[in-house]
């Protein structure tokens, strides 16, 4: 019961959805408005196919996020121990870093850092089963040479990895506000586009399978040993 009040589907599936839908019906309009209202950002002079490549690359992370690491700590950790601290570190990293008080300044460090720490393993655990469920030589290969051009180290991964295990290009310059975001690329094969939006729902839908009978085998071993 703590484990699903800990995991988001909801935050996952509801903007990703909708995005894609709008570009099924060719309404890149109200994408751009449902991508604005997920990534709290001006998003009015995107083309499709960025939309659809920052649909996939905040999937991937919201992914992560909300679904798969809580469910990697569970494993990992005794009892609700590793979601619930999961969840708790991730809520105060996200308010606390975000001030810019300086009476705020020591607990946003101190939070970002617990936060880092406790997503470490969970972060290569959810890269490795992209890989696993997916195209795994481009997987491996994109996360071991393309990760650590981003700038987040976490985030490189996730991305790195999730992008080689779906064939898509991800990451890449974009236009915002009158400037270029210099962004570098990562992955390889095809364009991002509404199919391929699609494939990630099914590579996030795979890994969690994965997780979920990896995890059933080690509560199943555990209660034979005992």
Same mark, same amino acid.
């Given at each position: 019961?703590? *484990?699903?009040?800990?995991?988001?589907?909801?935050?996952?599936?509801?903007?990703?959805?909708?995005?894609?839908?709008?570009?099924?019906?060719?309404?890149?309009?109200?994408?751009?408005?449902?991508?604005?209202?997920?990534?709290?950002?001006?998003?009015?002079?995107?083309?499709?196919?960025?939309?659809?490549?920052?649909? &996939?690359?905040?999937?991937?992370?919201?992914?992560?996020?909300?679904?798969?690491?809580?469910?990697?700590?569970?494993?990992?950790?005794?009892?609700?121990?590793?979601?619930? %601290?999961?969840?708790?570190?991730?809520? *105060?990293?996200?308010?606390?870093?975000?001030?810019?008080?300086?009476?705020?300044?020591?607990?946003?460090?101190?939070?970002?850092?617990?936060?880092?720490?406790?997503?470490?393993?969970?972060?290569?655990?959810?890269?490795?089963?992209?890989?696993?469920?997916?195209?795994?030589?481009?997987?491996?290969?994109?996360?071991?040479?393309?990760?650590?051009?981003?700038?987040?180290?976490?985030?490189?991964? %996730?991305?790195?990895?999730?992008?080689?295990?779906?064939?898509?290009?991800?990451?890449?310059?974009?236009?915002?506000?009158?400037?270029?975001?210099?962004?570098?690329?990562?992955?390889?094969?095809?364009?991002?586009?509404?199919?391929?939006?699609?494939?990630? &729902?099914?590579?996030?839908?795979?890994?969690?399978?994965?997780?979920?009978?990896?995890?059933?085998?080690?509560?199943?071993?555990?209660?034979?040993?005992?």
């Amino acid at each position: 019961l703590v *484990l699903y009040a800990t995991m988001g589907f909801r935050q996952f599936s509801h903007h990703f959805e909708a995005i894609a839908d709008a570009l099924r019906a060719d309404d890149p309009d109200s994408a751009r408005r449902e991508l604005s209202d997920w990534l709290q950002r001006n998003t009015d002079r995107l083309k499709t196919e960025e939309i659809a490549r920052l649909s &996939i690359e905040q999937g991937i992370l919201a992914a992560h996020r909300h679904v798969l690491a809580p469910l990697a700590l569970f494993a990992l950790l005794p009892g609700p121990t590793g979601p619930l %601290l999961y969840r708790l570190t991730e809520r *105060l990293s996200w308010s606390w870093a975000r001030r810019e008080n300086i009476e705020f300044g020591a607990f946003g460090r101190f939070a970002r850092r617990m936060y880092e720490w406790l997503d470490w393993v969970p972060v290569r655990m959810t890269a490795a089963t992209f890989a696993i469920v997916g195209d795994f030589e481009d997987a491996v290969h994109c996360w071991r040479t393309q990760a650590a051009k981003w700038p987040e180290q976490a985030a490189g991964i %996730l991305l790195a990895s999730g992008a080689g295990a779906l064939g898509v290009k991800l990451g890449a310059p974009l236009f915002e506000l009158g400037e270029v975001a210099d962004r570098p690329e990562l992955g390889m094969g095809n364009d991002a586009d509404v199919d391929l939006m699609q494939s990630a &729902i099914g590579l996030v839908w795979r890994t969690l399978v994965f997780c979920l009978i990896l995890l059933g085998l080690l509560t199943l071993a555990g209660y034979i040993g005992n």
